[in-house]
């Protein structure tokens, strides 16, 4: 059985094929194609990369769609060095992330008339995100033909058993009445960051009590007991929580009355203030790259060090916000971008829990460590680098719905 992953964002889109001929591998393997198309340099440019039979070929299109695009990546798949197949028919299933499953949607669900109607309904709470998800659904409908199954997987879903003491936002009750209330986002990576610390610890993921804490451009932590996300700093929208690459995270609302008040600030406005020109960038001025943020707290740059500072304080302080809904902790996990790959982000969360017993080996976190724990053997608690694998988790529920189905 071989499963197409799409994941499909407002500038870019990452796809990759795996065959779970054997079924499901204990490791994640490596996917058998990769491609990604970049819209983000020139919007009528298609920048295609694709990865195969250990070639690289990139190459840059003029695509009018991203439809044409993205049938001009797909044709690499059987055609040219990085054929990887004969035919699409080869393609048993093609998994999608969707970002918004609202609150009807608690699981990955293959794909009916139904369920991209509600897709493109919930679009309102994710206009940047569920129309080009979508836009990935029919594409491959015409591309592979409608008899190929399809699978959504929200990244909501994993967030689904918030209790109403975490998901209700304490403003007019009719709020929750009409859908505005805390959601989650990052539902997949949180979900495989738990499944993959268990198989690293031998443990059941059911038994175990986590901190995860995803750090890329777009940040959040989820608190999970026996399994379950019961808090996450993520909300109505994928702006709330910690401070980011050029989002926000959590402020003052009534900043945004003042705004509007005093500045004449529109609904656009305030939306590219918050999701774009915020967070590290907003503060730094430099970039929303944490490296960018420390090459220019080397050179002497104030900002860019209040940056930094910031950064490590709302993330203990909502690492702390976690602790709280759990008993007790297994571990905490660092995944994504920053997670994976900054030691001095780790080393500063991790210094705040110190009177809690956690202690990390300073060899392990400067060594790149990869699915690792990097706690020292007396910590109280383990303390896992996690290499987040969004798509590979898209394939694995893929595979699940279809012998669900069988
Ligand atoms: P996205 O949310 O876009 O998927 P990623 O998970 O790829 O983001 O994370 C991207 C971020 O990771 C970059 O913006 C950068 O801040 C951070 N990052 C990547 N490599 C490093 C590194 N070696 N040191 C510090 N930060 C890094």
Avoid at 134 to 147: F, N, P, V, Y
């Amino acid at each position: 059985m071989k499963i197409l992953v799409l994941n499909a964002g407002s500038s870019s889109q990452k796809s990759c094929l795996y065959d779970l001929s054997g079924g499901l591998p204990e490791q994640p393997p490596e996917p058998l194609w990769e491609g990604s198309i970049d819209w983000s340099v020139h919007p009528d440019t298609a920048e295609i990369k694709v990865e195969a039979n250990g070639k690289v070929v990139k190459n840059a299109i003029a695509a009018s769609s991203k439809s044409e695009a993205t049938t001009h990546l797909l044709n690499s798949l059987w055609q040219g060095e990085t054929q990887v197949i004969n035919h699409a028919s080869e393609i048993s299933a093609v998994g999608h992330r969707v970002v918004h499953g609202g609150a009807e949607y608690r699981d990955s669900i293959r794909v009916t008339p139904a369920v991209k109607e509600a897709i493109a309904r919930l679009s309102t709470f994710a206009p940047v995100h569920n129309p080009v998800n979508l836009e990935g659904i029919e594409t491959m409908e015409t591309i592979l033909g409608s008899d190929v199954p399809q699978v959504a997987v929200f990244d909501t879903a994993f967030h689904a058993q918030l209790p109403p003491e975490v998901y209700v936002y304490p403003g007019p009750y009719t709020w929750v009445e009409e859908g505005i209330r805390r959601y989650g986002f990052h539902g997949t990576s949180h979900r495989y960051c738990r499944d993959r610390a268990a198989h690293l610890l031998g443990r059941n993921p059911q038994d175990l009590q986590l901190i995860t804490c995803h750090l890329g451009n777009g940040a959040s932590l989820a608190a999970i007991r026996n399994g379950y996300s019961i808090d996450t700093t993520m909300g109505f929208t994928p702006l709330d929580g910690l401070m980011m690459g050029s989002r926000s995270g959590s402020l003052d609302p009534g900043i945004l009355i003042y705004l509007m008040r005093n500045h004449g600030c529109t609904a656009d406005q305030l939306d590219t203030l918050l999701n774009k020109q915020s967070g590290l960038l907003g503060i730094s001025g430099v970039g929303g790259d944490l490296r960018q943020v420390i090459a220019a707290i080397e050179q002497g740059n104030q900002r860019a060090k209040l940056a930094l500072e910031m950064y490590i304080h709302r993330l203990r302080s909502l690492i702390g916000s976690m602790l709280i809904s759990l008993d007790h902790l297994d571990a905490i996990v660092f995944t994504a971008g920053i997670g994976e790959n900054s030691p001095l982000i780790r080393e500063a969360a991790c210094q705040a829990l110190h009177f809690l017993g956690v202690e990390l080996d300073s060899v392990k976190n400067n060594s790149h460590p990869i699915d690792t724990d990097i706690a020292t053997p007396h910590s109280s608690v383990r303390v896992l680098v996690i290499h987040t694998q969004e798509d590979w988790a898209i394939a694995q529920e893929c595979w699940q719905i279809m012998h669900q189905s069988v």
